[in-house]
């Protein structure tokens, strides 16, 4: 029995293709879920391991979809073959249950591990770079300086109450404490 297994990274991404490309290679049951390739803790991915029997074949599109890793790969190869299930990748070509396609596995993961060394070395030298030029990437501070000093003012006033400070300030207590943490204290200086 060929039992499928599509993942997506994001919400904003959607399975169908892959679910499409798995239906016409004949699978009978396609295990779909959302969850970055590193996160350990894919319930779904779990799921159809634990579905499959002695002789299926657990197909994905790709193998990035199955693990980041090679090392994941590899682990999730092992736990297939001790249950007598082979892994067949429909992009790469890849069938486990041959000497060449588990050699071709093999190297596909090489590869996919150091593609994805190489996007994070990107990654931080981009971010290194924009920093370099004062750029900060991310969400900017809910609080400026401005913002800031008339906490400070407003913490001042016995009157105010810490929530009441940053309700005026339309943010929460924790973004209060964290541009201002002697807030915490009942006091505004740092």
């Known amino acids: 029995m060929l039992i499928g297994y599509a993942r997506v990274s994001t919400r904003d991404q959607t399975p169908e293709m892959q679910i499409q490309t798995l239906t016409e290679a004949g699978c009978e049951r396609i295990f779909t879920e959302t969850a970055t390739g590193s996160a350990r803790d894919r319930p779904q991915l779990a799921a159809a391991l634990d579905y499959l029997r002695h002789g299926d074949t657990l197909v994905v599109w790709k193998l990035d979809r199955l693990a980041r890793s090679l090392r994941q790969l590899l682990d999730t190869i092992e736990t297939l073959h001790a249950s007598g299930v082979e892994l067949r990748s429909l992009t790469e070509a890849i069938d486990t249950a041959t000497p060449s396609g588990m050699l071709f596995f093999q190297i596909s993961g090489a590869f996919a591990q150091f593609e994805r060394a ?8 981009g971010l ?3 920093a370099a030029h004062g750029r900060h990437p991310g969400r900017p501070p809910k609080l400026g300086p401005e913002d800031i000093t008339a906490a400070r003012a407003m913490l001042k006033e016995p009157a105010l109450s810490t929530r009441e400070v ?7 207590v924790s973004t209060l404490y964290r541009h201002i943490p002697a807030a915490r204290s009942g006091t505004a200086e740092d």
Do not use: P
């Open 166 to 172: 940053a309700r005026r300030l339309g943010v929460s």
């Open 118 to 125: 190489i996007i994070r070395e990107r990654t931080l030298a």
């Open 128 to 130: 290194e770079a924009a």
